[in-house]
């Protein structure tokens, strides 16, 4: 708690306020109905708004001005022209409600280097080639100003803006593609397994340079779902995954010095001996990662001053910053964005109720609700809900690569126990006390809406609590017999079936309680459950060597299914949990690494893959049929979903400007990314 006692708050304050907190959770939990059907049903779940992209020539601005700090270093002679730096082809936002005004700090928190998210969303989601509007439906032009397809869809001509510069004032041109793909992207030190982004149908593509302001990406077969990938949270979505060698493009100018095609090696051994790195690839892997290295160049609106293994993650504006506002003001119109480190999720939620945070939807608890909706006055803020369109704020993942217990394997790889257990969930009891009943017991599958949804009977597909029948099922495949406290018994003789689930605490959900709440539901269909709560690095550490057995997280992301697909089925290694890491590297190896998935999950990686080179009415139709795959073999547990307990409960100060009502709730629009931040601004 050594941050919470430096916060200028009075002692009975803190008492009040983490009395408040306990308290509001537990009138929550009582009187979940009237709170969530009245209140958080309808006053805080607004209309879906957001800013536009402008790429009418006529509404384009004809001039362009800067913050005032900006034009006093132009004055001093330490920064070129605004003009110079924005360049001929500004990415033009209009602005939700009005043009702002310059100045001010956003505060927020997060939870630790772990946490790269939080600033992502906020601060560096903008720097994609192509980005979605606020519906979260459409692609809309942003770092690229255009795409342009060739020879039916295998090839698709990316065209840059001219003049545009990186954080440093150096170009931004075509030579950074073509070093990313040809120096980072296939040197195998770097990225020792290709991405399924850059492939079409198993076959890998490449990227050339036409000319210093035109890029083509090339394919063995049409890419029609290109455009998609470059606005989602994909491998070539920028520099947000260049931490881990993805990107699509990467400043050249300057990593070209940490690398030994170019730094030589004997003078890489030494930069990376005074670094104290252990090798070459971890310092360049460091060197290009925008939230740990302040001195990489950016593209995005604000760029990392204070490292994010600090106390507090700092990103100011960026002075080369592309985006302008209607009427050519840069953006951003807020100065930096301050994030400060909480230790848990009940710190950060205390500073929220506290007012010390000026927009903060990451970490904030939806049973704190009462609390936040009480103190709303006092804290100078506003509450938002943001529901989400995908299946589960909280699901269970099976590692189906599981191998440290051959009995464990087994059971995890045989559908009827994963169904089973999913049938042993009652969800309407964990609705009412964690999500004060504004969630939906589901599936994994994504709401109704979405174009990708199977059908209405997937919804409570293995998603509705009938113990009998889940009995009967664990007793049919070998686990009848029980020992003298009605646990099962292991099929090899040795004892009782144990089984693990990794739960992060400090997150979103309060997946540790609700993990408690299912292992108790487990006891009545004698499955053993252990609760293991985890700091969130380790639980990458642990999902990356195979060593989780089940995993709680959501599956935010999945309603794009195509271009965040890892909560779907096994498809990254970075994963907080995973349900088969060895069935990541063998679909993105084509095969040539991991293991080779058993046939149903064979089959959903050959539909979802298969979709990418076919016009959208034959996509939407193989999305439908992945999710079909996905609820009938129940891979992972859906628990609650479609709600606003996944980062979808937000405070906003009252005097923050162009806030949307409602906002596009999904990682792959890198909420609130997707409401353009750049265009916050404070009213006074």
Known sequence: MTELRRMPWKRTLRS?????????????????????QSAGKSTFIGKLEGPEVVTDAAKLPKSLKEAPQLAELVKAGKLPPVAERVGQDPVVIKPLREVGKYGGTWRGGFTGPADFWNGFRCCSGPDHLMFWDYTGDKVAPNLAKGLEMQDGGRAWLVHLRRGMKWSDGKPFTADDFVFWFEDIYQNKDLVPTPSATMAINGRQGA?????TSTVRFKFPEPYFMLPDVLAGSTDLAGQGFAYRGMGGFAPAHYLKQFHPKYAGQAELDKKVKEAKFDSWVRMFLAKNDWALNPELPVLSPWKTVTAINTPTWTLERNPYSVFVDTAGNQLPYIDRVVLTLGENLEVINLRAVAGEYDFQQRHLDLGKLPVFIENQVRGGYKVYLDPGDYGGDMIIKFNLNYDADGEIAKWFSTADFRRALALGIDRDQINETFWLGTGTPSSVVPADGNKYNPGPQYRKLWATLDVRKANEMLDKIGLA????????????GKGRLRIEIMTLGGQFVQFTQIAEMIREQWKRIGIDLTVQEVERSLALKRTAANEQQLGAWNNDGSEHLFTFPLHVFPFELAAVASSGPLYVKWFHSAGAQGKEPEPKMRELMEKWKKAFGVPEKERI?????????????????GVIGMGPASMGVRVVKTNMGNIPSRQYNSPDGKTPGISRPMTFYWKN
């Open 207 to 211: 990227i050339e340079k036409v000319d």
């Open 621 to 637: 139709q193989l999305g439908k049929e992945v999710w079909k795959i996905a609820a009938e073999e129940v891979y992972i547990i």
């Open 16 to 36: 009040r306020l983490t009395l408040t907190l306990a308290i509001g959770t537990l009138s929550g939990v009582i009187a979940a109905g009237a709170l969530a």
């Open 481 to 492: 017999k029980k020992d003298a406290q009605g646990f099962r018994l292991r099929s090899d």
